[in-house]
């Protein structure tokens, strides 16, 4: 019995040194630190967020979620003072029936292909804007007066009538 609690022990120091060998030596840099001479532990996200549903919206899973200018997300359009964030992860309903003030979608930011609207995409559009023409389509001009951006052009899949779009990049 004494023997395993020695191991026991002996077993917990070792973890608590590789921890703090561990630590140290992929410690964050100090904010206003000089270049890494190390590897650094930098802290990272995904990318996805979580934003309350404006109320009166039904936000499909798989189509372009834009905000307000109040922070909410809605279905994106080609509306003055719209912001595409990405694409909703789940349905989301938040109309009369189903209101709720506090009601959430998960948003994923990333590359994603959404209809060809304009089905003018050809290669030489890559890396242009992509502009909102509604939840699900793209343009490569600007769709009325308020251009929307939805994102950059990674690829055109003229085949489909898809454009694969980086909601992160602007």
């Not at 719209?82 to 994923?108: D, F, H, I």
């Amino acid at each position: 019995m004494q023997k395993k609690m020695i191991q026991f022990a002996a077993a917990a120091v070792m973890l608590l040194v590789a921890t703090f060998a561990l630590v140290g030596t992929f410690a964050p840099a100090p904010a206003g630190a000089a270049a890494a001479t190390a590897e650094l532990n930098t802290p990272a996200r995904t990318g996805d967020q979580v934003a309350l549903v404006q109320g009166s919206n039904q936000v499909w899973a798989g189509t372009i979620v834009a905000v307000d200018t109040n922070g909410l997300a809605v279905p994106a359009s080609n509306t003055a003072g719209l912001k595409v964030v990405g694409r909703a992860s789940r349905s989301q309903n938040n109309t009369v029936l189903n209101y709720v003030s506090t009601r959430k979608l998960m948003v994923e930011r990333g590359v994603f292909a959404w209809g060809n609207g304009s089905n003018a995409f050809t290669q030489a559009h890559i890396m242009d804007v992509a502009y909102v023409m509604d939840d699900s389509n793209v343009s490569t001009t600007n769709q009325g007066t308020q251009a929307i951006s939805a994102g950059r052009i990674v690829d055109v899949d003229t085949n489909n009538a898809l454009v694969w779009v980086d909601t992160r990049a602007r």
